[in-house]
């Protein structure tokens, strides 16, 4: 097959390679660099052996072309010296000598070409294509075998890249072009198997997945509810990364932020007890209810809609609403929690103590300041608690109960009997619910009693001030789950 010396790619080739021709002749020197240029990189000429040995050393050409008799210095010396210098040099001998010694030299110093004077240009044109040709498979060779090597080593550095991250705890899955490359096993123990093999498939997307949205941010951060029912908190970074050619990836890797975040919980909350304790509260309710005809079933509703939006505000309300499909057991949910986070449950113990002393203070004597007191331990129950992910909605509940507390001090409707019987009976049913979780550890539902301790928080809002004849009088109950 011959070499294709008149293909695009060859002649863009072509103009990579470098000459040095050595010529004492001016003309001639003049009319071959000009036409050479034409078809070649750059063309350094010299007018002797010696300005060529200084030019070779500065330009390192990949062709030599140069005559044999030239002053100072002639081509065969000058080759002697080039050929020690760069063993693997093409070279072209060009000459008008017929002298049998000059010929058997330059050959003994292996020129690659010997062509007679007067020169044809397009002859020697030709000839060099053919050996920039040489350099143009060896190239082709070489990026052959480059590729093959780098395919050898990609397909060794994926082996080792899947079998180092199965090994790494933090989740991380390589994303492109709309489906998986690859997922480690802490991955996918984050879902489960249908979850897995929707986005496998292409069914859903990795974006709609994490609810991130399409922005390929380097960091974001989101919730993932397992399959266990157990909200964790991951942060996630994003790095993009060229796998092949033209081809962008790129990979997720997720850090577990749920102890930051409760740690930023436990921040919140400390910060919300000291702004309870030193904000000056004034009435709750400045303004008395309309008095309502009691045949009015239809405004008797409207003011019970009025009233519960009044005390509870929307986020209050949605939690009172939401309901729990995943059952999770004590003994599961306490294996994934932090011991640390365990161990700082203890402060329930001291403020339930405290709790029972305002209480038996409250039962000998009706004292407003005393339900003040009351609410702010009900508050710091509600912090320390909300630091768990999992019963923020609790958590919310107690604390709007502890804030009645406090409010109910300048209320001239309460029902401070009645309101210490919700009290009391909501300390208890707390009491309940931490040992039964995070003591006995044998709830096979942690949210079993969710339901009926927010109602009670709920209740004894509703049931503790004038609102409640209202509510006697209406055996319609008010909406909440």
Known sequence: MKPDIYSKDFEEFLRTIDILYVEDEDRIRELVETR???????????????????????YRPKIVITDIKMPVMDGIEMLEIVKEKSPYIKVIVTTASNDIDYVMKSIDIGI????NKPINI??????LKKIAFYFYNENIVKEYQRKNIEDQISGVIKTMFEQMSHSIPNPMILYSTGKPIFMNSAFTELFDS????????SEISLEELLNIGRLHNKHIKTTIVLPSGRKKVFGISITPINIEEQVEAFLYMFNDFTMLEYQNAKLRSYADTLYDIL?????AQEAQLPVVDKENTKAKKSIKTETLTHMFSSAELEALRRTHNVKTSAKEYIREVSKDIIEELDELVEIETEMDDIMELLEDGENSDLFVDLGKKYISYSHTIGRLIDFEDLALAVKNFGNFLIQSQNNDNIKWSRLLTFSQNLKLDLTSWRITIFIEHSTKDIHYLDGSLMSTCVQAQLNCTSIQTISNEDNDDFELF
Request: no cysteine; net charge positive; proline share 0%.
């Open 36 to 58: 050479l240029s034409r078809h070649f990189g750059a063309i350094h000429t010299a007018s002797n052996g010696e300005v060529g040995l200084y030019k070779f050393d500065t």
């Open 112 to 115: 690659d070409k010997y062509m």
């Open 122 to 127: 397009e002859s020697l044109i030709l000839n």
């Open 194 to 201: 249908r979850t897995i093999g929707r986005i496998s498939s």
């Open 279 to 283: 904000k000056v509260r004034k009435t």
